[in-house]
């Protein structure tokens, strides 16, 4: 999966649509204490943005995980 951080911004190419956009945490986690997991795309139609969610049961979740954490240690050192 292609990704970039920039120190404050983490800009994935999402799995589910190809596009690019910031992956964010949506804040509500589930049982195990996982965060669910969004892209947010700007949208190419119109002015508002578009999302893609992944929750702790997604194909894509793992991975997308992974980046999410490294970049949010990297950030928090």
Same mark, same amino acid.
């Given at each position: ?5 920039? &120190?404050? !911004? ?16 949506? &804040? ?14 700007? $949208? !190419?139609?119109?002015?508002? !943005?578009? $999302?893609?969610?992944?929750? %702790?049961? +997604? ?5 997308? %995980? +992974? ?9 928090? !050192?």
């Amino acid at each position: 999966m292609e990704w970039k951080f920039n &120190g404050i !911004t983490i800009e994935v190419r999402c799995p589910r649509c190809g596009r690019w956009g910031r992956l964010l945490s949506r &804040g509500k986690r589930n049982r195990a204490g996982f965060p669910r997991l969004m892209v947010m795309h700007n $949208s !190419t139609r119109n002015t508002f !943005t578009e $999302s893609c969610s992944f929750g %702790f049961f +997604s194909e894509h979740y793992e991975e997308l %995980f +992974s980046i999410y954490r490294k970049c949010r240690n990297i950030r928090e !050192t």
